[in-house]
């Protein structure tokens, strides 16, 4: 490689590097000003001009939060919804994708074609059925009526028969010849050579569910049966609102979510990987 080239290819890198940490800084720059300004006093979070810094640092925002504000009960409703959506989905999706994949039974490429088909209709056009039907069977204001609707993930379940697809037929004809039964193959040969996908879909899913915010803020009235996206909309005042309580709030009800990415960042990519080459 030529002097010329190498320096060519310098001055590149360090443009991409530029511009990668510039695109960095706008999309961590909204984080950072939500969390400063819930630690600045509402009259300095209300200031027509930008502060990096607060003049004054207060903790009295998140006590307020914390102790005049059923966040314990949102934190419970989140976590309990969350962990059954993760459970249902994750589980269901598992077996139909082995089923497809793996077993013959009638309309198998129909069904197939179905949840290829239901991949491509967004799940807020059937919101209005969604609550027709958990009213009818008087599930508002229940766990199982936040849960029940967002059930509906065809994208695991694409994953999961493409990895299944991908294990070679040797060791299913292995573990046939043994006379295993198909939950035998399914939990001692197919499960264990997939627990990173597993583990990587769990933890997307759980955090989706965590996120979640449309739904159960049509499925729920009772603030003490909110989920903490839909309670922290209720912490206001009597005499106007408070942003900065508000910012507060918001900062608590993404905490778990952010330690959950931090802990599990490599899975979560890997999720994120495998759900971008399915739309891809």
Not at 88 to 100: D, M, R
């Amino acid at each position: 490689m030529s002097p010329v080239t190498a320096k060519r290819l310098n001055v590149l890198g360090l443009l991409i590097t530029l511009a990668t940490v510039l695109i960095a800084v706008l999309w961590a720059f909204p984080l950072y000003w939500g969390v400063i300004s819930s630690l600045k006093p509402e009259n300095e979070t209300v200031r027509p001009y930008i502060e990096l810094w607060p003049e004054t640092l207060t903790f009295s925002h998140y006590t307020f939060a914390l102790t005049q504000t059923q966040i314990g009960a949102w934190y419970i409703n989140s976590l309990a919804t969350a962990l059954g959506v993760t459970v249902l989905t994750v589980g269901s999706s598992l077996f139909c994708g082995y089923a497809i994949s793996q077993l013959q039974f009638p309309f198998r490429r129909a069904l197939w074609w179905l949840i290829l088909a239901s991949f491509m209709v967004p799940t807020q056009t059937l919101i209005i059925n969604h609550f027709e039907l958990i009213a009818s069977m008087k599930l508002l204001n229940s766990w199982a009526g936040i849960i029940l609707p967002q059930l509906i993930h065809p994208v695991v379940i694409i994953i999961f028969k493409q990895f299944f697809d991908s294990v070679p037929k040797e060791f299913r004809e292995a573990a046939a010849m043994d006379n295993a039964s198909e939950w035998r193959i399914l939990t001692r040969v197919y499960i264990p050579m997939n627990w990173g996908v597993i583990t990587a879909l769990s933890i997307v899913t759980f955090i989706w569910a965590w996120n979640a915010f449309l739904w159960p803020f049509l499925a729920v009235t009772k603030t003490e049966m909110m989920t903490i996206t839909v309670g922290i909309t209720q912490v206001s005042d009597a005499f106007g609102v408070y942003y900065a309580r508000q910012l507060s709030a918001a900062v608590l009800a993404g905490l778990p979510v952010a330690l959950a990415y931090l802990v599990f960042q490599r899975h979560v990519t890997q999720a994120i990987t495998l759900s971008a080459g399915i739309k891809g």
